[in-house]
């Protein structure tokens, strides 16, 4: 074969163990595009202060959401690069941007099974643009490729958040698990710094700057997480032909003391519940395969504080994970970019 796909995720730690945690948050968090702080900073945040505190608290959480099979978001995607598998002729192989396997090893992988390859179609498992995500998996692989697989052409998927193929499959994916009833709908997509959103804003002069900036068109919107989010949102509401009333957005995760991308979920969740909302479904779009995020902060923390609060009825809708027609639309991406190759 000389084309193939290549998909990649974030990772997981190898375990729950704290030193594989440990490991893992190492890795990512001294990634400069999700710490973008100076790196004789981040290292002391980093190695200094979080790494002697969080690996246990994080390892807890963890065993929490862990299936025998190991890791949720591990045995999720390696099931979804079968199912692609499955949709194509071309070899579909699965990396990680952090932890195992890397990029590297399933790039080599695809190079060893196929010895004739020349061109790789990357597709980054994120909807979205950010520089924590999409952006920092782009520049690894391109990095690996130059440096051991430099007689390899690369094609990368660009963000689908507003692909009406992808939006048709989200939205299903929400008709499909919400109850009979409910009083909200919530759009919890994972949160960024707000310097973040700034720094990808080429024109320094509209994200965050512009009142109603993500509704109003602009060129940097292709590299706005918030904008595409809010996209997201607003095309699956069209889709489902939401009450406007009765489903709104919000960030979760947020790391810190800085401030992040509102409003919060965390904070939102609690004040439906106080404010008499008593059936809530919750999506994460943000994230195409179910993993600590999803499972345990929204479907264990997130519920629980809800009920605790006055909310009767919390329903958390799975992320895509390898569903056939999801399995079916990442093949397709994986095909059409060799089309002029």
């Known amino acids: ?185 919530l759009f919890s997509y994972h949160g960024v710094p707000e310097r973040q959103i700034k720094k990808g804003d080429v024109s320094k002069a509209h994200c965050l700057n512009v009142a109603n900036c993500c509704q109003k068109d602009s060129p940097v919107q292709q590299f706005c997480y918030r904008h595409q989010t809010v996209d997201t949102t607003r095309l699956v509401a069209e889709k489902l032909n939401l009450d406007a009333k009765k489903y709104s957005t919000s960030f979760q995760s947020r790391l810190g003391p800085i401030q992040w991308l509102t409003p919060y979920t965390d904070k939102t969740i609690e004040d439906f519940a106080k404010n008499g909302v008593k059936k809530l479904v919750v999506l994460c779009p943000a994230f195409v395969s179910d993993c600590l995020e999803t499972i345990e902060e929204i479907g264990e923390e997130a519920r629980e504080d809800f009920l605790h609060h006055g909310g009767e009825e919390f329903t958390l809708v799975p992320c895509l994970n390898d569903q056939v027609s999801w399995a079916k639309l990442l093949a397709h991406y994986g095909e059409e970019m060799f089309v002029h190759v």
């Open 1 to 185: 074969m000389k084309n193939a796909i290549l998909l990649v995720n974030l990772g997981s730690p190898d375990s729950y163990a704290v030193k594989d945690v440990r490991r893992y948050l190492g890795e990512f968090l001294m990634d400069e595009r999700v710490i973008d702080f100076p790196q004789w900073f981040r290292t002391f945040l980093i190695k200094g202060i979080i790494l002697n505190t969080r690996p246990k608290k994080s390892a807890a959480a963890y065993q929490s959401i862990w299936w025998d099979e190991g890791s949720p978001l591990m045995v999720l995607s390696k099931r979804l690069q079968k199912a692609v598998q499955k949709e194509t002729n071309l070899p579909v192989a699965l990396g990680m941007r952090y932890g195992t396997p890397s990029i590297y090893e399933a790039i080599k992988g695809l190079q060893d099974e196929n010895p004739d390859l020349e061109n790789i179609s990357l597709i980054p498992l994120y909807p979205h643009y950010a520089m924590s995500s999409y952006e920092t998996v782009v520049v690894k692989a391109r990095e690996v490729v130059e440096a051991h697989f430099p007689h390899l052409n690369m094609k990368v998927k660009k963000p689908f958040y507003n692909d009406p193929a992808y939006v048709e499959i989200l939205a299903q994916s929400l008709k499909d698990a919400l109850p009979a009833e409910y009083d909200q709908i």
